[in-house]
């Protein structure tokens, strides 16, 4: 959504957008104690396909922008997470 706003706005040749992602939990490349328990970081893999006849510069801005949408400031955030659990009966 961030990114075809902000190629609307441009005004570039921008059809469709897709993201793919994939989440699986690794170890770090860094990790002393990785076989233990709870050595493990989250890992999202994220895949933009842009269609359109976008030039280098503007497909270097696009992948600037999409790290500022919102969804993506709220994971890098390490967002805080309370629960509440209403029981009706």
Known sequence: MT???Y???KGWP?????VELSH????????????EPGHLI??????????GPLDETQRARLLEISQRCPVHKT????PR?????????
Do not use: F, N, P, S
């Open 42 to 51: 989250e890992l999202i893999q994220r895949y933009i396909v842009v269609k």
């Open 24 to 35: 699986e939990r690794v170890h770090a490349a860094d990790c002393e104690g990785c076989e």
């Open 7 to 9: 190629a609307g706005r």
């Open 14 to 18: 921008v059809e469709t957008i897709t």
């Open 75 to 78: 994971l890098t955030a390490a």
């Open 81 to 89: 997470i309370v629960d509440e659990l209403d029981v009706v009966t």
């Open 3 to 5: 990114l075809l706003l």
